[in-house]
């Protein structure tokens, strides 16, 4: 029985689509985990945006005041790789501010506001793991090691974001 010359160039024309749809996909879990990114970026600048608006009342604690501001500005114009400490940071800050309650109820559109954020905040970080997750696992594949799929794009990193301080600062 002869061996069909057609299968060669068939299993090459296959494995050549299926390396293509993989780095492609790869991409998109790529393309997804930045966008998660720039979302949950523009969520954080937004609260840090908040607490600043937050020091301008009068009424503020002055040392509550200068801690609140130190760490806003801190979370704004934090490198990457301090980020999450930064954040942290804020995050204590508006629980210990949050602990007045009089502020909350002499201003309750702006805490409200801050609820709505630190909502956004827990369903944008999920996303983020969730992209993080499925590109990592999707990169361990050995598929994409062999034919380094991934090109020169770096293994998405997943960031030490603390969900039970965004718990405590909606209380």
Known sequence: MEFPIFVIPLFLLFLIWYLTFSATRLDRLHQRVETSWANLDAIL????????ELTHFPETDPAANLLLTSAAHHARAADISVRSEAESALTTALILLRQEGWLVEKYPEIFEEL??????LRVGIALHLEAVSA????R?????????LAGKAPLPV???FEDESLVEAQR
Do not use: G, M
């Not at 609820?115 to 956004?120: F, S």
């Not at 590109?135 to 999707?138: E, K, L, M, Q, V």
């Open 45 to 52: 600048q937004r609260r840090a945006s908040l607490a600043l």
């Open 140 to 148: 361990t594949k050995p598929i994409y090691q062999v034919f380094r």
């Open 115 to 120: 609820d709505q954020l630190t909502e956004r």
């Open 135 to 138: 590109a990592r696992a999707r």
């Open 158 to 160: 997943k960031y030490a």
